[in-house]
C-alpha cells in the first residue's frame, strides 16, 4: 500500500458526461502528480500541484481541469467525455520531489 | 527533453534464473533520478528501486538491482532469482529534480513473463 487514496476505482459513464477523480496523498506529501494510462500511449504526464499551485504541465487536454484544496487533497475533472478518453488515471504523490509514489488508480470507461 | 527508452517490449525467464531489463535515457542534466517501476496485471504502480545520478554505487533492493552506467546513459534492471510474483510489466523512469516541479517520464515498459 503506498499510502496514496484514489476514488472511485471504477467508473463506467457516457460520452459528453463528466466526472471527478478524486486522490489523496500519503500523509505530509505536499506533490500531487496525475496520470493517464491508456492502451496505446503508455504513461503520460498530466498536470502536477504543489502545495494548492501549478507547478507543470503536460498533455493534459483543455477539457480536462485539476486542483489541489487546503488540505493537499486534489481532484481531477474530464469534461464532454469521448470514447477515447477510456484510460487508468493515476494520482502520485511526493513530498521532496524526487521519489513518487502512485495510487492504485481509476478507470474511467467511456461508452 | 529527456526521453526514456525500452527496447525490450517483451522477456521471458524461468523461475529461479535472472534476468535483465535494459533502459536507456537521454538527457543534458548532471543531477537526475533514475527508477523502475512494476506494473503486475492488477495494474498497480510499484516502485521497485531508485537510483541518484551522483551516486556512483548502484542501488540493490532485495532480488532487484540496477547497473547504471551513467556515462552510456544506461540503467538496466537486474531481478535474481525470478518468481511468478515477478510476472508484470516493468518501466524505466526518468526524474529531473526541479525542487517542486519534478515530474517522472517513462519509457513504453518491458512485459516479462516469469514461466515455471
Known amino acids: 500500500d503506498s499510502g496514496v487514496t484514489q476514488t472511485p476505482k471504477h467508473l463506467i459513464t457516457a460520452t459528453g458526461q463528466r466526472v471527478t477523480l478524486r486522490c489523496s496523498p500519503r500523509?505530509?506529501?505536499?506533490?500531487v502528480y496525475w496520470y493517464q494510462q491508456s492502451l496505446d500511449q503508455g504513461l503520460q504526464f498530466l498536470i502536477h500541484y504543489y502545495n494548492g499551485e501549478e507547478r507543470a504541465k503536460g498533455n493534459i487536454l483543455e477539457r480536462f481541469s485539476a486542483q489541489q484544496f487546503p488540505d493537499l487533497h486534489s481532484e481531477l475533472n474530464l469534461s464532454s467525455l469521448e470514447l477515447g478518453d477510456s484510460a487508468l488515471y493515476f494520482c502520485a504523490s511526493s513530498v521532496n520531489g524526487n521519489t513518487i509514489y502512485f495510487g492504485e488508480g481509476s478507470w474511467l470507461t467511456v461508452v | 527533453a529527456q526521453t526514456v527508452t525500452q527496447s525490450q517490449p517483451e522477456m521471458s525467464v524461468q523461475e529461479a534464473e535472472t534476468v535483465t531489463l535494459s533502459c536507456t535515457y537521454d538527457t543534458s542534466e548532471s543531477n537526475y533520478y533514475l527508477f523502475w517501476y512494476k506494473q503486475p496485471p492488477s495494474r498497480q504502480m510499484i516502485l521497485v528501486i531508485r537510483?541518484?545520478?551522483?551516486?556512483?554505487q548502484n542501488a540493490t533492493e532485495n532480488r532487484f538491482s540496477v547497473n547504471f552506467q551513467k556515462a552510456a546513459k544506461s540503467f538496466s534492471l537486474k531481478i535474481s532469482d525470478s518468481q511468478l510474483g515477478d510476472t508484470a510489466m516493468y518501466f524505466c523512469?526518468?526524474?529531473?529534480?526541479?525542487?517542486?516541479?519534478?515530474?517522472?517520464?517513462f519509457g513504453t515498459g518491458t512485459r516479462l513473463q516469469v514461466t515455471l
Open positions: 523512469a526518468f526524474m529531473n529534480p526541479d525542487g517542486t516541479a519534478s515530474k517522472l517520464t
Open positions: 537510483q541518484e545520478a551522483y551516486k556512483q
Open positions: 500523509s505530509g506529501d505536499l506533490s
